[in-house]
């Protein structure tokens, strides 16, 4: 089975992140991943609250039936969405990995429904690394 957990995509959303001293504070996303958030939870997943994660992206974790998955995006340009599988040991090793699987599909088709993203393209850690493994997350002003 090939996972693919990192989507790499565009966005219409204004830039919300909140700059101080030229430098960002509050990076942007926070539109994207509210419009993220929303999708799943319609779909019957209990998301939590997302939140700032370091200087660069928004998270959260999400539980369904099929466990428990945390989400994280990050605008390395292109936007990036890295979903990771948070379950027990026990369960990845004797659960196997379609419930994951199933999840990314979801994540996908989610992504697919919110107009103003595009250009969504899906792939596994090491096709991410090798296209993307020389791109740093950068301030605007870089």
């Not at 609250?49 to 039936?65: A, I, K």
Request: hydrophobic share 35%.
């Amino acid at each position: 089975m090939r996972l693919t957990p990192f989507a790499t995509f565009k966005s219409d959303f204004p830039d919300d992140s909140i700059e101080d001293g030229g430098d960002i504070v509050v990076p942007s996303g926070q539109n994207i991943m509210r419009a993220i958030c929303g999708c799943l939870g319609t779909r019957g997943y209990h998301v939590s609250n997302f939140e700032q994660h370091s200087f660069y992206g928004w998270s959260f974790d999400l539980r369904g039936t099929e466990g428990s998955f945390w989400l994280l995006i990050q605008h390395p340009d292109p936007w990036l969405l890295t979903v990771h599988d948070s379950r027990m040991i026990w369960s990845r090793v004797f659960g196997g990995q379609a419930d994951f699987a199933a999840l990314i599909e979801e994540c996908r088709a989610r992504l697919a429904s919110i107009p103003q993203i595009s250009a969504v393209s899906w792939m596994s850690r090491k096709e991410y690394e090798a296209e993307f493994h020389h791109r740093k997350p950068q301030s605007k002003n870089a």
